[in-house]
Structure formats: structure tokens, C-alpha cells
């Protein structure tokens, strides 16, 4: 299972990266946003000083809804660097921008994934990833995991490429649950991932050894 982190924040990103464990980024307006980054340029660098830190997949979503637009945006966006994959919105001319990025073999995380229907329609289209927002079903009260689950089913029926990138992870058992379940990737914010290291008796074993260790070494 590949690990991203859901920010744009750098310091967390390095942190996350430092611990050895991280394999991507994933970013969106909102994100971008919350760090206060905001202007094209600003932008821009923002996504390049990203894929400095991090030697994997970075997504930078598009802002056009339109089909001509996301093409060029994504084009400007595929073109900052080498790890940059193209976050589009899962709409109708989002869904044409897929197949075409496929073609040209630009990297695309299809996002704002909420029901199967959409997830298939975004691998026939050739997305590299698909992300359903796991957190903001649970939100309405509709199990995010059941989700995964029917996507893997469709993605193993037929063999689909596309990845299933959990996003929208609140917590460490999403991650958990996401992994039996066979997502291929889950994005998540830094203390969801270091929330994997806790465990008390962790802690308590540990602390029994070094005082053991001190006893005897009095
Ligand atoms: O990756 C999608 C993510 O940023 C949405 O997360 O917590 O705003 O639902 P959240």
C-alpha cells in the first residue's frame, strides 16, 4: 500500500518524508489555500518546492471545469515536473480531459469520487488514480470503506490499472480498513499516519526495558 499525505504544508510533508515512509502527495484548492498560498505563481512554486522534498507522485488539481481549460491547465501543471499527476474533477468534461491525458500519458488522480458508477467511468477513461473521499461519506452517514470495497470488486473483475486512492482518511482506522480491503494507496493528514505508531503496552514494554536495562547497569 502506498502512503501519500493530504497537504500542502511543508513542514509536514518533510516530516512525513524523514520518517521513510512516504510515497506521495496529495494536494487541492482548499489545502493550498489553509497555507496560505494563493496566486499562479505562488502556486506554481509551491508544487515544484513539493516534488523537491518528495521523490513521488504529486497531485496538483486543475481549477478549469471546462474541457479545453483543463487540458491546458494540466498541461502547464504535468509540465512544473516530472512527479506532478493532474487531479480532475469528476465531471463530464473532466472525464473527457482523463482519456485525453491518458493518451498523451500525463498522470491524472481523478477526485471528488463518491459512488462506484464514477469510479468506473474514471478507469474507462484511463485515470491513473481514483480518489473516493472516504471521510465525507462517513460524514453523511454512508460507510466510505463499502465504497473501497465495491471498487476493488469492479477493479479485480476487469483488471483495471487505476489505483484506488483512499482520500478524505480522518484516522488511523481508516487506514487500517482501507489496507485490508486492498486500496492501493491512501492519503491521508500527518497525524493519521503517525497515529500508526502508538500503542501503550508499546510504550509500557519500553519503559520496563530501559528501567531493567538501568537496574543492571547500576
Ligand atoms: O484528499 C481529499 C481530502 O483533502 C479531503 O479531505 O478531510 O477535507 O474530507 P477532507
Redesign the pocket.
Known sequence: MKFFI?TANLDEIKEANDLGVLDGV?T?P??MAKEGITGHDNIMQHYIDICNIVDGDVSAEVIATDFDGIVKEGEALAALHENIVVKVPMIKDGVKALKYFSEKDIKTNC?LIFSAGQALLAAKAGATYV?P?I??LD?VSTDGLDLIDQIRTIYDNYLFDTEILA????HPMHIIQCAEIGADVM?G?LKSIMALLNHPLTDNGLAQFLADYAKGNK
Do not use: E, W
Request: hydrophobic share 25%.
Open positions: 493530504d496529495t487541492n482548499s489545502l477526485t480518489s473521499f471521510g465525507r460524514d482520500a478524505s482518511v480522518r492519503t493528514p
